[in-house]
């Protein structure tokens, strides 16, 4: 994570496009809380997106999403809690009214994926990685014979 | 000797005793432990992070103060009159300028200490009420959580009956205000090091602790 | 086992883990109930007061005041508020005025839970995984290899020239991922596969254990595997002599 967003924001990587759609982000708590980087996962959000909402207590005041300390590896036991204790982050990517869920944690995702066919948040949820990888600007030499292959995003 | 000397000569020595030397032992024990047993506590250990937690928490300017600003200006305000009445109050001062150490300092004008007093007072009751009242509290609370906010008020309670004689004379109770008044405020004393009262020290060493242990993280809480 | 054995055991456990900080921390709780509203736990169950976070660690404080003297009933009460109502967040942490480390509370009573044989199913057989592959899906070196080798021809289509190199020895940068991507989601593998490439970066993969950068050890408090799981990343990285270890997001 840290090492996209010092490649986005010293230019190493530029991007040929935005997100359009009105975005917001999960921080996650390893890397939050535990991470440190509050501020440079949300530079990265906002240097992915044009319509960038944030969350109520985005940053390290966020809430979990419900899916840490073990919660998703520990499969169908935990199912039903996390579904409920979950309702809190759904409520909040709700009232942000964002299409897209920016994401940047495996853990995480899966929940909020969940959270998101529980709750009828109609929202996609995505990492970071895949977001640069089809927004990116690839450089000519690299892209073979079929140039719109980056175009589908 | 009788019961009010006592009480005002050996008993407050004892109480005072307890109360010091049973903070700072805690103090101590807290040190050589996690000296022993949390040792990433002292690995990571930078003033920059104790300090700010205190800066954010000695005053009021954290985030909880945000989430229920009520609570917490009554909280802020009972601590802050509950240690700066009784050590700058006329009377005391009084004991103190009379008593073999002829300490002496200026006392805070009578009206302000009497207010003060009565801040405790009401905020205690506050503190009751919503103890009571939250199903939360109720739920969390123990016999212990009562019994220790009645053992720190009495002492003001007291106080303010004993200063204004309230009860007025001939009864037994008003006339033996400043004992009762006295021994309440010994038991307060004594049995801070020994219950969660001792957050009076322990304050410092948890919060500095968790935010060592934050600050690891690069953030300051 | 014996009851007996057991406490004893409990004791022995415990003894050298609660420190002047959990200590501290039983014994100051003031009750004073504002972690409650800062757990979603607690929010999404209605306000439940078994939910407030400082009534959590309620079971910690028993075994130690009974001084490991608990009966199976009681472990399991302790298991299900323990796994299945704190995700070790530290929320609530933030808002206490004391700075009451509740989960690290929580993480060590799921250690003792752990010591006496108890932790959850899918965890234990995810430890099962690391100790014989050193991933948590039990992925075998072989297939490891494979899953790069495919994601590599898939995305050279795409990026003219993509390598993902493995095991290069003096790359700047090593890569270990969440073993849950090479079986579920190779695709984010290409991903950062062409990032990498289009950035220029020099940074290579690990072929032997250490690539999973996930440590679900921990959430048992299973130290042990835990440190094991980092001492094979570090030292790969080592190896090959790589500046900097980058983890998936
Ligand atoms: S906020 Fe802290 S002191 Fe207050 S009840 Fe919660 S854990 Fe206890
Ligand atoms: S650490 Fe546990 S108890 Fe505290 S807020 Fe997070 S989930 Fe709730």
Avoid at chain 3, 214 to 230: A, E
């Amino acid at each position: 994570m840290e090492l996209f967003h010092d490649y986005l924001d010293q230019g190493i990587i530029k991007l040929s496009k935005k997100v359009t759609e009105p975005t917001t982000l999960q921080d996650p708590c390893n890397v939050v809380r535990s991470g440190g980087l509050a501020a440079k996962n949300r530079h990265v959000a906002e240097m992915l997106s044009e319509d960038f909402r944030p969350m109520d207590n985005q940053g390290n005041y966020n809430y979990c999403c419900g899916g840490g300390g073990g919660a998703i590896p520990m499969g169908g036991e935990m199912r039903k809690q996390r579904m409920k204790c979950g309702k809190i982050k759904a409520e909040q990517i709700r009232a942000t009214g964002a299409k897209i869920v920016l994401v940047p944690c495996h853990n995480c995702i899966d929940q909020i994926r969940d959270l998101n066919k529980e709750y009828d948040l109609g929202i996609k949820a995505v990492h970071f990685k895949e977001i640069i990888a089809h927004n990116m600007i690839v450089p000519e030499h690299m892209i073979p014979k079929e140039e719109d292959e980056e175009e589908k995003a | 000797m009788d019961v009010l000397a006592l009480a005002e000569g050996p008993l407050l020595w004892i109480s005072l005793g307890v109360f010091a030397v049973g903070l700072v032992t805690r103090a101590a024990l807290f040190l050589v432990e996690s000296r022993e047993k949390d040792k990433i506590f002292w690995q990571h250990f930078k003033w920059k992070w104790v300090l700010a937690t205190m800066a954010k928490w000695l005053v009021p300017a954290n985030r909880t103060v945000a989430k229920d600003p009520v609570f917490c200006a009554l909280a802020y305000a009972f601590h802050f009159c509950l240690i700066v009445a009784p050590i700058w109050c006329l009377p005391h001062i009084i004991y103190w300028e009379t008593s073999r150490l002829a300490w002496s300092f200026t006392a805070l004008p009578d009206g302000l200490a009497d207010w003060m007093t009565l801040a405790v007072l009401a905020i205690a009751v506050y503190l009751l009420i919503r103890r009571l009242s939250s199903p939360d509290l109720r739920y969390l609370s123990t016999a212990s959580d009562y019994v220790l906010l009645v053992i720190t008020a009495l002492p003001f309670l007291t106080a303010y009956l004993s200063v204004h004689q309230s009860l007025g004379t001939g009864n037994l109770l008003g006339d033996n205000m400043q004992l009762i008044h006295i021994l309440t405020g010994e038991l307060m004393l004594v049995v801070v090091p020994f219950t969660k009262l001792s957050h009076a020290v322990l304050f410092f060493f948890s919060r500095a602790a968790t935010a060592v242990e934050f600050g690891r993280r690069e953030y300051s809480i | 086992m014996e009851p007996s054995t057991r406490s004893k055991a409990i004791m022995e456990f415990l003894k050298p883990r609660v420190g002047a900080r959990v200590k501290s921390w039983l014994e100051i709780c003031t009750k004073c109930g504002q972690c409650a509203d800062t757990c979603h736990f607690y929010l999404a169950a209605d306000r439940d007061p078994k939910m407030i976070p400082a009534a959590k660690v309620k079971y910690l404080s028993e075994i130690i005041r009974r001084k490991g003297e608990v009966d199976d009933e009681f472990i399991q009460k302790a298991y299900d508020c323990i796994y299945h109502e704190c995700n070790m967040c530290r929320r609530c942490t933030q808002f206490c005025p004391f700075g009451i480390n509740i989960a690290d509370m929580i993480a060590l009573t799921r250690a003792l839970l752990f010591s006496q044989g108890v932790c959850p199913e899918a965890l234990r057989s995810a430890i099962k995984n690391y100790h014989e592959t050193g991933n948590q899906m039990g992925v075998s070196e072989e297939d490891w290899l494979d899953t790069l080798t495919w994601c590599e021809e898939e995305m050279e289509s795409e990026i003219v020239g993509l390598k993902i190199p493995v095991d290069k020895v003096g790359a700047e940068i090593m890569y270990t991922i969440n073993a849950r991507e090479a079986k579920f989601y190779p695709q984010d593998i290409q991903e950062v596969a062409k990032i990498m490439h289009v950035a220029g970066a020099s940074w290579t993969v690990p072929s032997k254990r250490g690539w999973d950068d996930t440590n679900l050890s921990m959430f048992v408090g299973d130290l042990k595997t835990s440190r094991t799981l980092v001492e094979n990343t570090f030292a790969r990285a080592t190896e090959l002599g790589a500046k900097k270890v980058a983890i998936t997001e």
